[in-house]
């Protein structure tokens, strides 16, 4: 009983409209439907086939104040949610609560991971799992340049690697790939392929007294990037940054098993500068000319001359 795909996935933030509005206003989501309980508050955001949640409220503070605004749950699908469900508690997964019946298990971390049915609500074609209620749409941005989630990419103590790629795979039945990013990383993904985790090691060369740094500012382990596919990244990144994102030095072209890829890193839009986010585009075993990598080291050199 293996995952197939990411439902959604869900940020917790202390301030829930201006983590909404960042969405929206810089990365060009669209705002499709909100819930409302007895201890928190969230909003359906949704570009391509990428649904996220944000969420505030008295069930998110513990997380807050542990970690900073962050994602807290990934959810994902899978054929029969009861027997996925015991499958992933024998192999060591424990259940922290469920949302309407589905059962919500720990992964890594203090990341929890929701299993859902596989079909959407026939009555709203929104994610289960939560009790929404549609919005009136709002006109959205020229182009949707987000097609889908590439991959997400999870920060642990290195001694940790093995065993937590160990646990995906028993867990949540993902296959394991070779490295994608270098040593001190592995890959596993689920035989769909709509399912991507990349587990990335402490990196020495970024400690502080011995602790990582992103483990030390977010308070242990967790998501430390959310990778957006699109169709042309130079088209994206120049779009965003007209909206206002700021990308970081980090750029250029990456070989993985799946296929070759442009890649570009925006600055973290929150306080304890953990999370951020990624824009990948795909181009299976054709390559990149040098005409798409200088195009994109420009925009990278945009924002770095700007900052100085």
Excluded at 26 to 47: E, M, N, T, W
Excluded at 184 to 198: A, E, H, K, L, Y
Excluded at 274 to 301: C, H, K, N, P, W
């Amino acid at each position: 009983m293996a995952v197939r795909d990411i439902a959604y996935v869900e940020l917790y933030a202390k301030d829930k409209q201006s983590a909404v509005d960042y969405f929206v206003s810089a990365l060009g989501f669209a705002c499709v439907a909100d819930s409302v309980g007895s201890d928190r508050s969230s909003v359906l955001l949704r570009q391509g086939a990428v649904h996220l949640i944000v969420t505030s409220g008295p069930a998110t503070w513990k997380f807050l104040d542990n970690h900073g605004d962050g994602i807290a749950d990934i959810a994902m699908t899978c054929e029969d949610v009861a027997a996925a469900g015991k499958k992933a508690g024998r192999a060591g997964a424990r259940l922290v609560g469920s949302t309407r019946g589905n059962p919500i298990l720990s992964g890594c971390g203090d990341v929890t991971h929701t299993l859902l049915p596989a079909a959407t609500d026939p009555a709203t074609g929104l994610p289960p799992g939560h009790r929404w209620v549609t919005m009136a749409q709002r006109p959205g941005p020229p182009v949707e340049r987000i097609r889908a989630l590439d991959h997400i990419a999870l920060r642990l103590d290195g001694r940790d690697l093995e065993g937590q790629a160990a646990f995906y795979r028993a867990a949540f039945g993902l296959s394991q790939d070779s490295p994608a990013y270098g040593t001190g990383s592995i890959v596993v993904r689920s035989s769909t392929g709509g399912v991507t985790f990349t587990l990335v090691g402490s990196d020495p060369a970024e400690s502080t007294g011995g602790l990582d740094t992103f483990l030390a500012r977010n308070g242990g382990p967790g998501v430390q990037r959310v990778a957006f596919l699109v169709e042309e990244i130079v088209h994206a990144a120049r779009d965003f940054r007209h909206r206002g994102v700021e990308f970081t030095g980090g750029a250029g072209v990456c070989h993985d098993t799946r296929a070759d890829s442009l890649r570009l890193f925006g600055r973290s839009p929150y306080q304890r500068d953990t999370l951020f986010f990624e824009i990948v585009q795909r181009r299976g075993s054709r390559g990149f000319d040098s005409a798409d990598i200088r195009a994109l080291y420009e925009v990278m050199d945009h924002d770095r001359l700007a900052a100085g």
